[in-house]
Nanobody
Framework: QVQLQQSGPGLVKPSQTLSVTCTVS??????????WSWIRQPPGKGLEWMGV???????YYNPSLKSRTSISRDTSKNQFSLHLNSVTPEDTAVYYC????????????WGQGTQVTVSA
C-alpha cells in the first residue's frame, strides 16, 4: 500500500525558506507511471497547485510561484521535498504532497498535510 508521510517545521519566519519533505513507501518515486506534486491550501481558500517532479527529475512549477519554488528529490530515501524561499505571511497554508497517475493526471494518494505558519 502506498503511503506519503510528510515532515517539516510548523513555523517559519518571514524571508526564510520553507521546506517540507514527503517520504514515499509502497512505491518508487522513479517509476514513470507516476509524478509527485505539491499543493497547498491557505486558510479560507481553495487548493493551489505548486509544482510537480517526474520520474526523470524534471520539474514544472506554478508560474505565480516559480521564482520562489523548487522541488528536489532523494532517490536513496524515496522522498521528495518542496522548498519555498522568501516566504511571507501569505504563504501560511496547509501543504500537501500527492501522487499523480500520469496516464489520466488524477491524484490517487495524498500526504497527511503539514500546517505551516509564517510569522515572526
Amino acid at each position: 500500500q502506498v503511503q506519503l508521510q510528510q515532515s517539516g517545521p510548523g513555523l517559519v519566519k518571514p524571508s526564510q525558506t520553507l521546506s517540507v519533505t514527503c517520504t514515499v513507501s509502497g512505491g518508487s518515486i522513479t517509476t514513470s507511471y507516476y509524478a509527485w506534486s505539491w499543493i497547498r491550501q491557505p486558510p479560507g481558500k481553495g487548493l493551489e497547485w505548486m509544482g510537480v517532479i517526474f520520474y526523470d527529475d524534471s520539474t514544472y512549477y506554478n508560474p505565480s510561484l516559480k521564482s520562489r519554488t523548487s522541488i528536489s528529490r532523494d532517490t536513496s530515501k524515496n522522498q521528495f521535498s518542496l522548498h519555498l524561499n522568501s516566504v511571507t505571511p501569505e504563504d501560511t497554508a496547509v501543504y500537501y504532497c500527492a501522487r499523480i497517475f500520469v496516464a489520466d493526471t488524477m491524484y490517487d494518494y495524498w500526504g497527511q498535510g503539514t500546517q505551516v505558519t509564517v510569522s515572526a
